[in-house]
């Protein structure tokens, strides 16, 4: 990984992994059992910079790359996927809008905030109707004076409860389409206001609070259970003009714009989840018997636990060539989404083939790979299905054969005969 990464990404990466082994590793199994937000962890994360890593220096992040954002993502993935996301979300869908579409003024008034995890957020887009086509959004924000009112639901968003800033979709234009979307910045008050003060971050008195603006309950899922997902109502949620979020009709242009780069964001993620089995695998392996020799020394298991490794190697360097066509300024929608597809089916074969090689002991919530087969699950599903991803890829492909010279030339009507 030379060609990616350099000693200051290792560092990032080394001080990343300490602190999942010591904060993260010891509370996973806990948290996952109890579905509890990780207040304590949070504002660890926070003190390190960890919401802000590729944010300027001058909006209160750490000014660092996307590659570095995307190690750190890998890292809190192999010890728990719960804050790994929380991360992800709150940076690459709740951050990141406001900071490549929103005016001089919004990025002044809400990403130092969110850079530096004082408050976290999320992203509305997700609706019961509107799932993998997006464009079938229903949340309606119409014209109110000076300003917007909006009236809607989302739901399966990530950080929804806990956080106070969202970037959320609506229709302003009835009947143009995805071309009548647009995007809007709302705020409403977290959930934990108690824990919140406790821990020292998570609320801030002086954002602009919209009336009708809530959380539901959170959803019973089988995995991230320490990720607060949960819908999103707006009912008669007014807001000023300045959180127009972009121009007006361009909301679903920017939205899919963040998608792809949230794509590198669940790669990574998967990526950890999947070395996170390997390594709780290869350790198991090592130490146990069966049949007077160690689980290792079955061939099997090797053969098995070679190809995990293989498939996380290929996945690392689609996930980092992604991550690098985009801190280079180059196009990479192409590229995420098959580092998106290719390693959250990765993550699901890792954690499936560390189960079977640790047998019963696997399977039982002792080690942290049947919790880790569970989380793995719902990165085939978000930030576009494996399905949405493919097709994706292949209308890519199309683009780039009819983009090519060489490819658009007429046929060669006449050939020579092949041989001497």
Known sequence: MDRYLTSDHIALRERVNRFGRDAIA???????????????????MADMGLFGIAVPKELGGLGLDQLSYILVIEELGKFDASHSITVSAHTTLGMSPILNFGTEEQKQRFVPSLAQGKVLGGFGLTEPG????????????????DGWRINGSKIFITNAGVG???????????????KGISSFIVCKPTID???????????????????????????DKMGWCASDTRELHFEDV???????????????????????????????????????????AVR????????GQRVWDFQQVQFKLAEIATDIE??????????????????YAKEAAMAKYFCSELSMRATLGAIQVMGGAGYTSEYPVE????DAKICEIGEGTNEIQRLVIARKLLEELQADPLTSMEPVREMETAGA
């Open 130 to 145: 509107a799932g993998s086509d997006a464009s079938g959004t229903r949340t309606r924000a119409e014209r109110d004076g």
């Open 26 to 44: 010891p509370v996973a199994r806990e948290l996952d059992e109890t579905g509890q937000f990780p207040w304590e962890n949070v504002k660890a």
């Open 164 to 178: 106070e800033i969202f970037v959320a979709t609506a229709v302003t234009e009835p009947g143009e389409g995805s």
């Open 284 to 291: 198991y392996t090592t130490e146990r018997e069966q049949f």
């Open 193 to 219: 206001p108690e824990r919140t003060a406790a821990v020292g971050c998570g609320h801030l008195d002086d954002l602009p609070f919209s009336e009708g603006f809530r959380a539901g309950e959170k959803e």
């Open 371 to 374: 919790r880790m087969m569970r």
């Open 238 to 280: 007014r807001v000023s003009s300045n959180q127009l979020l972009g121009e007006e009709g361009r909301g679903f242009i920017n939205f899919m714009k963040t998608l792809d780069s949230g794509r590198i964001g669940v790669a990574a993620l998967s990526l950890g989840l999947a070395e996170g089995a390997l390594e709780t």
């Open 314 to 331: 290929a996945g690392r360097h689609l996930t980092y060539h992604a991550a690098w066509l985009m801190d280079h300024g180059q196009p």
